[in-house]
């Protein structure tokens, strides 16, 4: 076509927007039109499985305005996100809100991962339930450069600071929120550093994948045949196809050594006796955010090893507390679930166990309980009918492919005609 692009776009602009009639169920949720930075809304109709609007954010008073327009609206879907709550009883008090149940499920896992971040130097301390098998799988990552060590001490230091600042306001009765807004730090970082007792330390995650790791059979097995020579190891992995350099070797050995090797400064080398030490045998410890999965997973679904783990929790007598309280809810919410509508018997199983969570004596869980106690209508919608936000989240995942192929076009009011004309 002879005519350019401006054109083009404003042509899109005049195109009149389909009708999409009055809908009686919507589903609301965010999504980001700037990652972490400028976030939106879309709506999307769930009897008709289409999108009825995209709104420039998520506060509740823009929800509240869009819903007066709509007062016909009896259900509305939502996350557990404050903000879609109270725009919902501003715009539409007589639409009853309906809690999505994979968001119950995602924020009881985050509420056993937050406990696990306060209590996992105390579990570190668990003996074992059963001898770590040997393993030759990485646990933690390889030694690092001297500047590398210093790079990561200043941003501890630093993370300190923050953590120190933020426990400063909390102690001074300041809210989350004001914090979140007058220090910067994303909401999840400051309830986690608000209710932290020490510093989390992101040293917790499991080292990441590393070009050696698919010849550590072959290392571990020459390591028991005494061979400590890691230049003769690293020309052995070369044949094998290894393709980095003798550095990499030369660390994983340093850790395993039981003796100096010939070119160690003097003043480095340990005596004899402190090089035929070997410390006791403990299961590694798993990251919290990979520990929270297995413990709410079905145990007859864990392997050997995840198994193992579970018990060694499980012998704090807080932990089997506050798994048994999230296996619990995590069952209520798994029985209305695949269209099933709940029956009276597990509303009051629900009630019971709000009431027990509230009482139990950890914060985190009281905090969590408290908050579902907040939500209560809601979520004993989401557990009592079949609605959810899952085709909200479908139609996001649509709008980010269009919006990624209007890369550097893509603002919210060209993506929005997009977006809804495509449907």
């Known amino acids: 076509m002879p005519t350019s692009a401006t054109t083009l776009l404003r042509a899109i602009r005049a195109l009149p927007l389909p009708s999409a009639g009055r809908p009686l169920i919507v589903g609301v949720d965010d ?54 709550a109270r725009g919902t009883t501003m ?11 994979w968001h119950l499920l995602l924020n009881t896992r985050q509420m056993l991962e937050r406990w696990l971040v306060l209590v996992h130097p105390r579990l570190k301390q668990l003996p074992p339930t059963t001898p770590p098998a040997p393993s030759v799988r990485r646990t933690k990552a390889y030694s690092r450069a001297p500047a ?54 992101h040293s917790l995650r499991g080292p990441g994948p590393s070009i050696l790791d698919p010849y550590l059979d072959h290392l571990t097995a020459r390591l028991d045949e ?9 020309r052995e992995l070369r044949a094998l196809g290894y393709p980095g350099t003798p550095k990499q070797v030369k660390r994983w050995l340093s850790q395993r050594r039981t003796r100096p090797a010939k070119t160690t400064i003097r003043r480095w080398q340990r005596s004899p ?7 006791p045998a403990r299961l590694p410890v798993p990251p919290p ?3 929270s999965w297995h413990l709410l997973r079905d145990p007859d679904e864990l392997d050997p090893e995840a198994a193992a783990t579970v018990a060694w929790v499980l012998q ?36 019971r166990w709000l009431e027990e969570a ?63 004309l495509a449907a």
């Open 289 to 291: 955010k990979p520990l």
């Open 273 to 279: 006796a402190a090089a035929t030490m070997t410390p």
């Open 226 to 234: 005494g061979c400590e020579n890691a230049m003769q190891l690293w």
């Open 316 to 351: 704090d007598g807080e932990g089997a507390k506050v798994v048994g309280l999230a296996r619990r809810f995590c069952r209520i919410i798994h029985s209305s679930c695949g269209g099933r509508r709940a029956d009276p018997a597990s509303m009051v199983t629900f009630d």
């Open 91 to 101: 715009g539409a008090p007589s639409a009853r809100q309906v809690a999505d149940r």
């Open 148 to 201: 590398e060590v210093l790079t990561r001490a200043a941003a501890v230091e630093r993370w300190q600071g923050l953590y120190d600042d933020v426990r400063r306001r909390v102690a001074a009765g300041q809210s989350l929120r004001r914090i979140n807004r007058e220090t910067g730090l994303a909401r999840a970082t400051v309830r986690k550093y608000a209710f932290a007792q020490h510093l989390p330390r």
């Open 31 to 84: 999504w980001a039109l700037r990652k972490g930075r400028t976030y939106a809304t879309v709506v999307v109709d769930l009897e008709r499985h289409r999108p009825l609007d995209l709104l420039p954010d998520r506060s509740a008073a823009t929800l509240a305005t869009w819903l007066r327009h709509e007062p016909q609206i009896h259900l509305v879907a939502r996350d557990r996100s404050t903000e879609y």
């Open 358 to 420: 509230r009482r139990c004596g950890v914060r985190v869980v009281e905090s969590f309980a408290a908050s579902l106690d907040q939500d209560r209508a809601a979520v004993r919608a989401g557990l009592e009918l079949p609605w959810s936000s899952g085709q909200a989240e479908g139609q996001i995942n649509r709008l980010k492919l269009l919006k990624r192929s209007m890369y550097g076009r893509a603002k919210l009011d060209l993506l929005r005609r997009r977006f809804l």
